[in-house]
């Protein structure tokens, strides 16, 4: 089988209404990532979901999966990503925990982590966009890099920049 998608949650804060959160921002991520996410070959995996939690000193494989599913929970608080101002810094940190915590899973798994890598930097290469096609409408909106927003309003507002 194929791992198809890693997606990172945030299992320790709570996001607040018309606030965009760590969740939908890392969003972004796991959509790029399962893009160019190709080779890695597990035996009854298609999904990785990883859950950051804060509060926790080390990671953990959690035994309740969904079917061709794994969820892991590591130690990280997404509130040091949402900090981060600008895209190329938070492409960092989201490489940082790719490498840091998701690397000793595939590890213990005997996963092969090279296709991860491969991903990671094609990722590099998106210009800090991502297209969709809306259904029903003839043009492309394009996200025009991912930034910090704070509320539902201003994602609309950079939506339609």
């Known amino acids: 089988m194929e791992l198809k998608e890693i997606a990172l949650f945030d299992a320790t804060n709570r996001q607040g209404k018309n606030e965009i959160g760590f969740n939908l921002q890392s969003t972004l991520f796991t959509l790029l990532l399962s893009e160019y996410l190709k080779g890695v070959t597990t035996e009854d995996v298609e999904y990785l979901t990883v859950n950051c ?9 959690d035994s309740y999966t969904i079917k061709k599913g794994l969820s892991v929970v590591i130690p990280y608080n997404p509130i040091s990503f949402l900090e981060l101002t600008t895209p190329e810094q938070k492409y960092q940190e989201f490489f940082r925990v790719m490498n840091e915590f998701v690397f000793p899973v595939f590890q213990e798994k005997g996963w092969d982590y090279a296709p991860v890598t491969v991903a990671l930097e094609k990722m590099k290469n998106h210009n800090y966009r991502i297209e969709f096609l809306l259904k029903g409408t003839p043009k492309k909106v394009r996200i025009k890099s991912i930034q910090p927003l704070s509320s539902l309003e201003s994602m609309k507002l950079h939506l339609l920049s």
């Open 53 to 61: 939690n804060g509060k926790l000193t080390e990671t953990k494989i």
